[in-house]
């Protein structure tokens, strides 16, 4: 991760480095810190998401579901 600059970016800032200038360990770094970045979010968002109750139509679907799997 880079975190001797990270300090430096704020969330959402999108910065373009032209290629000549690019260090490719630094470019590495960046993917990754990114990447990192939109997994921690994702996992957030999906967990807040199982959190929400099902609307009444899909719990009928789920406990239907459940019902057949647990006939066999």
């Not at 999906?46 to 579901?65: T, V």
Request: proline share 4%; net charge negative; hydrophobic share 40%.
């Amino acid at each position: 991760m880079l975190d001797e600059t990270a300090g430096d970016w704020q969330s959402g800032e999108l910065f373009v480095v032209p290629h000549a200038w690019r260090d490719d360990e630094l470019w590495s770094q960046i993917q990754a810190s990114t990447q990192e970045r939109i997994t921690i979010d994702l996992q957030t968002m999906y967990g807040e998401l199982l959190q929400q109750p099902l609307s009444p139509n899909l719990l009928d679907i789920a406990r239907r579901i459940e019902q057949r799997l647990h006939a066999f």
